[in-house]
Every structure is written in C-alpha cells, then in structure tokens.
C-alpha cells in the first residue's frame, strides 16, 4: 500500500515561501484506482510527484509498498522508479524520432530486459491497447488517442506496481479518453495501483475513490465503487 504519514511540503526562495502540501495523510490500498481532483494550485501535481518519487516531502512520512522512502537516497528512489512505477502524462511524453514500438521499447532498456524479451513483451503491450498495427509508425503519424495509447503501453509493458496518470485524458476527444480509461481499470482490476489527477467529473466517477484537494489540504474522500 501506498501511506503517506502527515505529509508537507513547501517551496521557498529568497522573497516567498508557498506551501504546496499542508500534512496530508493518506492510504491507497494495492490495486485501487484513485482519482485526485482539486483546483489549479492545490497541490495535485506536487501529490503525484511525491507519490512518484520525483519529489521528496518537506516533513512528514511516505510509505512506498511497505518501505519507507521519504528520506531515502536519490539512487535507490531512481531504482524503485525504474522498476515499480509507471507513467502517463497529458502530453504523452514519446520521443518523436523513435516509433511506437520503440517508445515502448525504451522503458524495458532502462530496465535491463535483454533483446527477444523486450520485443515480445512491446509486442503485447501494443496488442493490449490495440495499436499493434501502428508499430513501426512515429508518434506524428498517429491520433492524439493512439499517442495515449501508446504512452499506456509504455507505462505497462514493464508490469509496474503503480501507474501514476496526470490528466490522461486532458487532450482526448470523448471516445478515446474513455478508451484510455477503460485501459486504467483494466490495469487496477489486474492488480495493478492506478492513481490519476483529473479535472473531470465523468472521468473521476470511474474510480474506485476520489480524493479532493484544496490548498494543500485533503478536503474530502468519496468511495465510489467497491
């Protein structure tokens, strides 16, 4: 599970100090599917980047699957990274000079996977999102929808514990942003920890649980669905 103990986190320079978190505490059960809803400016970002592990809380504790990380060093946070999370961003995030199967692909060469088995898991990993047929394709030569799909791919192909989405279906049109959210529950109902940052209400509603933020703060939880 992932457990955050009253957790802050504050940015400061010479002039000003903004506190982004303000001692939050929190569990997410393995194999849940999580929406983080809140105003621009509440702190989702900075929730996700923590959860991530691409930021480190000011004060307080974070529990990554039974670990406690939040003062660990940046080495060993970047290997549980590499091996445990995935990520899924508005702007897709692929590399325009490689194909689609090769942006997938790059996940697995951080990981260490050796030739054949790279190949056989992207070539899974396409065929799950139903983009297998674009493979050789770049990333310009496809639908904003099929670029999504593809940066799901990416975050799956490695079988990671927890799939961290920010606003995946931001730039979508309505039937692939529910196409993309048919995969993330997909993944939950598989075992897999899904935590995603929206703005919408529809796309909240299909989670299992929703979070709300306001100034730092968690405001309020609503179960959804069993």
């Not at 103990?5 to 059960?29: G, P």
């Not at 923590?50 to 290997?79: H, N, S």
């Not at 099929?146 to 799939?163: E, F, G, H, K, T």
């Amino acid at each position: 599970m992932l457990k955050l103990e009253e957790v802050a986190k504050t940015y400061r320079t010479t002039e000003v100090e903004t506190r982004a978190l303000d001692r939050v505490s929190m569990e997410i059960a393995p194999g849940e599917f999580v929406a983080i809803m809140g105003p621009s400016g509440c702190g989702k970002s900075t929730m996700l980047n923590i959860l991530g592990l691409l930021d480190r809380p000011t004060a307080g504790r974070y529990w990554f699957f039974g670990e406690e990380v939040a003062r660990y060093p940046e080495a060993k946070l970047t290997r549980l990274r590499r091996d445990k999370i995935g990520f899924v961003f508005q702007s897709f995030n692929l590399i325009d000079d490689l194909t689609i199967a090769e942006n997938v692909e790059v996940a697995l060469i951080y990981r260490g996977v050796h030739g054949a088995e790279r190949k056989r898991r992207v070539q899974a990993a396409l065929e799950k999102v139903g983009i297998a047929h674009r493979a050789r394709h770049k990333p310009q030569q496809l639908s904003g929808g099929q670029q999504q799909r593809d940066a799901v791919a990416r975050a799956l192909v490695s079988a990671p514990r927890l799939i961290l989405a920010d606003e995946p279906t931001g730039n979508l049109d309505t039937a692939n942003g529910e196409a993309v959210m048919a995969l993330l529950k997909q993944a939950a109902s598989e075992g897999v920890t899904v935590v995603m940052v929206t703005h919408s209400l529809v796309h909240a509603g299909e989670a299992q649980r929703t979070i709300q933020l306001l100034d730092g703060r968690v405001v309020s939880e609503t179960q959804l669905a069993a």
